[in-house]
């Protein structure tokens, strides 16, 4: 004797489209789907369609930030992990420090991240000379009309090149303060909103060089990453003197052949999609603990403030989005402490003194933590 399905009437087979268990006669209607239990579900298959194109658009978008990396390459030799940290920074909408010796393409890299992206951008030379209102812009009288109108600095841009930021007092200096937080400049009683993105890339030299002044705590608090250039191994130096023996000139980028392959729109849906990767709790925990074990470091002034915190997550989402996954890992976290931390931290005179360095602190602090399982 045939078995007989849970649901279906004795001496009649399962309709043509029915799944076996539905009710005789009713077939799942175009767009609907059915479960193991043969409950219909309606628009799940639409829902799976929308699932499997959002995949696809996810994937698209991680291309083209990929391909960013590429085109950089073509004039940047080396220092992969300035590269990879800017462009983690564009996708958590945050702004960079870049710290190296004259020479080692600081600027160089800034100016072919410019090329690769199809932003505005505007490159600020920071000098000793240049006052607040050179960068956030001024009241003009205009003589026509016999009004005071506001000329836009350089500020109103997408990509902001700071040049030898710390060249500058820190009366300029701070003048960023507000546009660096808050995406606004505020002149004369007036608030103005700042294209977005709105990006900061700032290069400086170490501040034993003469002619530089630190950067107020505030104002670095503001940077999601320090990223240090370094000198190169032998071989990419020797990859650097071949390509300029070939005619390249870092002077001349239009020659390097950089594409460009992001926008502002591909920026601002990408960071839309790393805000929805998933921390676990444990993570979380992680985080908190690494934060509060820069504020009881002996070897530190000052640790981490809550905002660290809130930005090293930002920047291990982006970091798994990078990576092609859903979800952060603590791995993700820990590659990112010396990058995001090492310019909000202040260590004792001491430790100086016994020539202990922020990125040796980190370390030890990193291998003391307890990492989550």
């Known amino acids: 004797m045939p078995i007989q399905q849970p649901g279906q009437q004795p001496g009649h087979a399962p309709a043509p489209g029915q799944m076996p268990g539905q009710p005789h006669g009713q077939v799942p209607a175009h767009g609907q789907a059915t479960t193991a239990s043969g409950t219909v579900q309606p628009g799940l298959n639409e829902r799976l369609a929308a699932e499997h194109q959002l995949a696809d658009r996810d994937h698209e978008l991680r291309e083209r930030f990929l391909a960013v990396r590429t085109e950089v390459g073509k004039a940047v030799v080396g220092q992969h992990e300035a590269v990879d940290g800017i462009l983690l920074a564009l996708l958590c909408h945050g702004h960079v420090l ?3 010796v004259p020479g080692v393409a600081k600027t160089l890299l800034v100016r072919a991240l410019a090329e690769a992206l199809e932003l505005d951008s505007t490159r600020v030379q920071f000098t000793p000379d240049l006052m ?5 812009g001024s009241m003009i009288y205009d003589t026509r009309s016999g009004d005071f109108e506001f000329r836009e600095g350089p500020v109103f841009t997408n990509l902001l090149i700071a040049d030898e930021i710390n060249r500058t007092p820190p009366k300029t200096q701070s003048a960023l303060l507000e546009a660096m937080e808050e995406r606004q400049v505020s002149v004369d009683g007036q608030t103005r909103r700042l294209p977005q993105p709105f990006v900061v890339a700032a290069t400086q030299n170490p501040i034993e060089h003469d002619g530089t002044y630190p950067l107020p705590e505030a104002q670095l608090d503001r940077f999601l990453f320090k990223l240090m250039l370094t000198l190169p191994e032998r071989e990419t130096e020797l990859d650097i003197l071949t390509r300029h ?10 020659d390097a052949g950089i594409e460009r392959v992001a926008d502002a729109a591909t920026i601002l849906e990408a960071g839309k999609r790393v805000g929805d990767i998933y921390v676990d709790p444990e993570v979380l925990g992680y985080i908190v603990d690494l934060v509060q074990a820069t504020r009881s470091a002996p070897s530190f002034a000052m640790g981490i403030s809550p905002r660290g915190g809130t930005r090293l997550l930002a920047a291990a989402q982006a970091q798994a989005w990078m990576s092609g996954r859903g979800f952060v890992t603590p791995d993700d976290v820990k590659t990112l402490i010396s990058p995001a931390f090492r310019h909000r931290v202040m260590l004792r005179p001491e430790a ?3 020539g202990i360095t922020v990125d040796q602190v980190l ?6 933590t307890r990492v989550p399982r």
Do not use: K, N, Y
């Not at 607040?132 to 956030?136: A, I, N, R, S």
């Open 132 to 136: 607040p209102g050179d960068v956030t």
């Open 98 to 100: 870049l710290e190296g």
């Open 245 to 254: 023996a070939h005619g390249f000139d870092g002077r001349r980028l239009s």
């Open 352 to 354: 100086q003194m016994d």
């Open 363 to 368: 370390a030890s602090i990193i291998d003391t």
